[in-house]
């Protein structure tokens, strides 16, 4: 089992920062993809950003050029650094980590983007 704790979420005006960190714990698969999803009020769950446990990424087309993500495999803890950050971006975020017959959720961290 795999227990994720998640923090750094909060409130910031448009164009400001934030970086997430989730730190993860348990029976970790050595190779495993790590992410970040996100869900605004009324919308479906979307991926955000994901690295592998090699090191590449994936981020969905509007994040791009705005967020990183980055993940210290010695620590199990992946990053998502969040910069000029728009209202759009308004969620709870989630950690999510999945290997070989695995796939674990953090409880979520809220992110607000004011105008």
């Known amino acids: 089992q795999v227990q994720l704790v998640e923090s750094g979420g909060g409130l910031v005006q448009a164009g400001g920062s934030l970086r997430l960190s989730c730190a993860a714990s348990g029976s970790i698969r050595r190779l495993n993809v790590m992410g970040w999803y996100r869900q605004a009020p009324g919308k479906q769950r979307e991926l955000v950003a994901e690295?592998?446990?090699?090191?590449?990424?994936n981020y969905v087309d509007s994040v791009k050029g705005r967020f990183a993500i980055s993940r210290d495999n010695a620590k199990n803890t992946v990053y998502l650094q969040m910069n000029s950050l728009k209202p759009e971006d308004t969620a709870v975020y989630y950690c999510?980590?999945?290997?070989?017959?695995?796939?674990?959720w953090g409880q979520g961290t809220q992110v607000t983007v004011s105008s």
């Open positions: 999510n980590v999945r290997g070989l017959l695995q796939n674990s």
């Open positions: 690295i592998t446990s090699g090191g590449s990424t």
